[in-house]
C-alpha cells in the first residue's frame, strides 16, 4: 500500500519559518514528480511547489508565484522523501499542506500544478501562522 506521510506542521508567527518533509512508503517515487499543495478553508487546493527528475540525483524545481523566494522545496533520493522549508511566513500562508506524487515520469512543466496529474496524496499537515 502507498502512502505518503507529511510531518512538520504547525503555529508560527508571521514572518517565521517552518519545515515540511514527506516520505514514501509502498514503492518508490525517486525517479517521478512530487509536489506541494495547500487548502485554505473555503479555496480550492492550490499548487505551491513541485520536483521532477530529470537524471542522475537532480530535480528541476518549480513554484507558484506567491511562494517564489520565500519556499525552497529539496528531495532526497536516498530516502525518498520531499521537504518544504517555508521562510518570511504569511498570514495567507495558513492552509493544509499536501504532499502529493504523480506516477508519470515524463510529466511536462506545463502540467505539473494540475492536482489531477498526481495519483498519490498524503493526508495533509496544518500550518497556522498568526499575525
Known amino acids: 500500500q502507498v502512502q505518503l506521510v507529511e510531518s512538520g506542521g504547525g503555529l508560527v508567527q508571521a514572518g517565521g519559518s517552518l519545515r515540511l518533509s514527506c516520505t514514501a512508503s509502498?514503492?518508490?517515487?525517486?525517479?517521478?514528480?512530487m509536489a506541494w499543495f495547500r487548502q485554505a478553508p473555503g479555496k480550492e487546493r492550490e499548487f505551491v511547489s513541485s520536483t521532477r527528475w530529470i537524471g542522475g540525483s537532480a530535480y528541476s524545481k518549480h513554484y507558484s508565484d506567491s511562494v517564489k523566494g520565500r519556499f525552497t522545496t529539496s528531495r532526497d533520493k536516498d530516502k525518498d522523501t520531499v521537504s518544504l522549508q517555508m521562510n518570511g511566513l504569511k498570514p495567507e500562508d495558513a492552509a493544509v499542506y499536501y504532499c502529493?506524487?504523480?506516477?508519470?515520469?515524463?510529466?511536462?512543466?506545463?502540467?505539473?500544478?494540475?492536482?489531477?496529474?498526481?495519483?498519490?496524496w498524503g493526508q495533509g499537515t496544518q500550518v497556522t501562522v498568526s499575525s
Open positions: 509502498g514503492r518508490t517515487f525517486r525517479n517521478y514528480p
Open positions: 502529493a506524487a504523480s506516477s508519470a515520469r515524463g510529466l511536462i512543466v506545463s502540467e505539473i500544478w494540475k492536482t489531477m496529474n498526481y495519483d498519490f
